[in-house]
């Protein structure tokens, strides 16, 4: 009798899928990431209309600026390092890259509410 060599494992258990899988997510988290930060960058432009006028906060403004990229940053490690420890442990590897999906989205959306809230 032959023997089989199952190649849709690499090692310690992990699926190719997962691998992929999680791969994806991350990556769709940049991306997300991305489109929120060239959303607030382009309505940054709105503080043309501020000039002279005094009614628009830049601090506020600023911070909106910088939220998507450092959150952006941060979920990602934070998706790697919890994707890392959740395998060790026999959890879900889908799972950190998910929240830091949620996590990147609610900081896009803070930081175009921020945005607007600043510049009009």
């Known amino acids: 009798m032959t023997s089989r060599i199952d190649h849709s494992h690499v090692a310690g258990g992990v699926s190719i899928g997962e691998v992929f899988g999680v791969v994806g997510l991350i990556a769709l988290q940049i991306v997300i990431a991305v489109i929120f930060y060239f959303t607030v960058l382009l309505l940054s432009f709105n503080s043309d209309s501020c000039y002279g006028s005094g009614t628009c906060d830049y601090g506020m ?8 990229p450092v959150v952006a ?12 420890v959740l395998r060790r442990r026999d959890g879900s590897t889908f799972l950190s890259s ?23």
């Open 98 to 120: 998910v929240v830091g999906i949620i996590a990147v989205i609610v900081a896009g959306v803070a930081a175009i509410v921020l945005n607007l809230n600043a510049l009009t």
């Open 73 to 84: 940053v941060l979920t990602v490690l934070t998706s790697v390092v919890f994707t890392i």
């Open 61 to 68: 403004a600023g911070v909106s600026l910088y939220l998507v």
